[in-house]
């Protein structure tokens, strides 16, 4: 094959330089192969970083009762049983090792008293199981596998933005083309395998915590090579997003902030998550919020506060006492650890919070509440991929981190993505690598694929009269977030599913002026084909389920259908063109082991 474009050449080619695509490069690395990463920002910039709390293992160190057990439980029933069971499986027995090996590497953890990892509670764990660096873990973690990487001389393509998978004449992986942001020209990479650890798929929603990156590539090039997405309904709004000012709204504040202590009041000052924990109690008829918490401690055997319920139950509350007219002014509430905790040990414990608000919204947290509201910020939806080697359908693909589907099942637990990333970025690596020795691999490289994805990429600027893409990006986001968000409807979501049917139009429309080198409207229309690809599989997941189960609400189906959580709907394109028909089905959930299934049964 020659290729017309700079070609490379690789055993095994990694599309996403975040926990779980640097994890595999170590793994695939350390059995001699030859190794690439492609990132379309720059090497320690990843999505990993906005994780701040911690990463969830089950060591035992605070509570030593703890163990894989209890912790494949509570990731069970945090993601309302639609998870892979055996993802959860592996993760909760494979993470404790993960969390020591980082700390070989290098990584700095907090300690306790007899210098063992400290470790934090955290929303839907039974126990406090997250091993944190302060509220930076995410930073920690890229710079122990970065700094990793780099020692063992892999190549890194920075500023490489990836436009679509090619294939050999088999139909199996054999590589991708891309392009330099920096100049504008294509790139080939043929490869014997692929892993995609791409991140997530917020910016097709108005508020959200995810950086310009996550705009769904490796979601939408997965689909488009004939792989299967699997739970792509089941979006996590994370509680805690700033809310004002408008130039920060949607930025993370980690759960750490109640994991550590703070709690949530609405705008008459009321701690209103005790209303949304049982039907037998409500704070209102407390005497005191110090009753309040006894009540709660002597019905949750002292564990969690109610502020630590999962995700998806925590912004929901939120999302009712804004609706109910007790919200902040901004149209959020307030998160208060100033009156729980000490000066000297929120900045202690969260630096990096203290100096978000400072900084961007002139608020003390140590004498202050942060204002805060739901923000959109994980997909548990992805690529379906096989537990054990995280291969996909597609001979020689792989998928780990964000980008797969199945672990999270209908909810993500916090703290549970960050030891997600090292558990199958490893399994990846190592999959891929075994691949390679069996001697599988592709058998050629399809140029013409590559010619159709140049082609689609330089479209825009032959078009003088089409649409800018900032615009289209603008109504998507707004239309989004009103349809297809935290609350959703049968008429807004049939209507988003048409309305992306026009986008799509719109998107084979766009306009771009200048050169290729450093235009971002370019970089953005290159974008847009993944944003409308991956937001109509959402659409059409929740169209389908016509039932509420965690990051899924339907407002006409509010609660949860026991049919439906015995099956995940699945979705697969016709062909590889970003707007070709998508086809949903009923994909049953693996029958889960006796064994295991006993674990949930226990201590309910």
Same mark, same amino acid.
């Given at each position: ?10 055993d095994?080619?990694?599309i ?6 640097? $994890? ?25 970083v ?5 990463? !969830? ?6 509570y ?5 057990? %209890? ?28 969390v ?19 470790? @934090? ?10 091993a ?14 970065q700094?990793? %990487?780099?020692s ?11 436009? @679509?998978?090619v ?9 991708? %083309?891309?392009y ?8 080939t ?19 959200? +915590? ?36 408008? +130039? ?8 750490g902030?109640?994991?550590?202590g703070?709690?949530? $009041? ?11 924990? !049982? ?26 506060p ?27 509430v ?6 729980? @905790? ?17 900084e ?7 004498r ?23 291969a ?11 980008v ?7 909810? @993500?637990?916090g ?6 990333? %090292? ?11 075994? /691949? ?18 140049v ?43 048409n309305a ?12 771009v002026?200048?050169?290729?080198? /450093? ?11 993944s ?13 389908n ?18 049919? /439906? ?21 009923r994909s ?14 226990e201590?309910?």
């Amino acid at each position: 094959m020659t290729s017309p474009y700079e070609h490379h050449d690789y055993d095994v080619l990694i599309i996403g330089a975040g926990g779980a695509g640097l $994890r595999a490069a170590i793994e695939a690395k350390q059995r001699g192969l030859r190794v690439a990463i492609i990132t379309k920002s720059l090497l320690g910039k990843a999505h990993t970083v906005m994780a701040e709390g911690g990463m !969830a293992a089950a060591m035992g160190n605070v509570y030593a009762e703890d163990n894989w057990q %209890v912790h494949f439980r509570d990731t069970m029933r945090g993601g309302k049983m639609l998870n892979n069971y055996r993802m959860a499986e592996l993760h909760a027995k494979e993470s404790p090792e993960r969390v020591l090996e980082l700390e070989q590497w290098g990584a700095l953890f907090d300690r306790t008293k007899d210098g063992k990892i400290l470790q @934090r509670d955290f929303g839907g764990h039974r126990y406090a199981r997250l091993a944190h660096v302060g509220d930076r873990t995410g930073l920690e973690l890229i710079r122990t596998l970065q700094q990793k %990487v780099v020692s063992m001389g892999t190549d890194v393509f920075m500023e490489c933005k990836v436009l @679509r998978l090619v294939h050999d004449e088999n139909g199996a992986i054999a590589g991708c %083309v891309a392009y330099w942001r920096p100049t504008g020209e294509f790139v080939t990479f043929a490869a014997k395998t692929v892993i995609l650890a791409t991140g997530g798929v917020g910016k097709s929603w108005k508020f959200t +915590s995810n950086s310009w990156e996550s705009t769904g590539d490796g979601h939408a090039m997965a689909l488009w090579a004939g792989a299967q997405l699997i739970d792509m309904e089941c979006i996590q709004f994370h509680p805690t997003g700033m809310v004002w000012p408008l +130039s920060v709204r949607g930025l993370l504040v980690t759960e750490g902030v109640r994991g550590d202590g703070g709690v949530l $009041r609405n705008s008459e000052g009321q701690r209103f998550m005790f209303n949304y924990v !049982a039907d037998m109690f409500r704070a209102e008829t407390a005497e005191s919020e110090e009753e309040g918490d006894r009540w709660y401690d002597d019905h949750t055997a002292g564990r969690r506060p109610p502020e630590l319920l999962p995700r998806d139950e925590v912004a929901r509350a939120i999302n009712t006492e804004v609706k109910a007219g007790r919200g902040s002014p901004h149209g959020g509430v307030y998160l208060d650890i100033a009156s729980r @905790r000490s000066a000297e040990f929120i900045r202690r414990r969260l630096p990096s919070m203290y100096h978000q608000f400072m900084e961007l919204a002139g608020v003390d947290i140590t004498r202050e509440a942060m204002e805060i509201g739901p923000t959109c910020h994980y997909i548990m939806g992805g690529v379906k991929v096989d537990a054990d080697t995280a291969a996909t359908s597609v001979p020689g693909l792989y998928a780990a981190g964000e980008v797969a589907g199945g672990m999270h099942g209908a909810n @993500r637990l916090g703290g549970n993505s960050l030891s997600d990333l %090292v558990v199958f970025g490893r399994r990846a690596g190592m999959s891929a690598a075994d /691949y390679i020795e069996s001697g599988a691999g592709p058998t050629g490289f399809d140029l013409a694929e590559v010619q159709l994805a140049v082609k689609d990429a330089l479209a825009p600027f032959e078009n003088e009269n089409g649409e800018n893409p900032y615009d289209v990006q603008r109504d998507l986001q707004e239309m989004m977030q009103a349809n297809v968000g935290i609350i959703r409807t049968g008429s807004e979501i049939d209507f988003a599913i048409n309305a992306l049917g026009e986008f799509a139009e719109r998107v084979r429309n766009l306009s771009v002026k200048g050169g290729r080198a /450093y235009n971002p409207g370019w970089n953005l229309a290159t974008d847009l084909p993944s944003m409308i690809s991956v937001s109509r599989c959402t659409a059409l997941g929740a169209a389908n389920r016509k039932e509420s189960r965690g990051g899924h609400t339907r407002d006409d189906f509010p609660k949860a259908d026991p049919e /439906y959580g015995k099956f995940n709907f699945a979705h697969q394109m016709t062909n590889g063109s970003f707007d070709s028909e998508i086809r949903t089905e009923r994909s049953a959930l693996l029958a889960m082991p006796d064994e295991l299934a006993q674990l949930l049964e226990e201590a309910k």
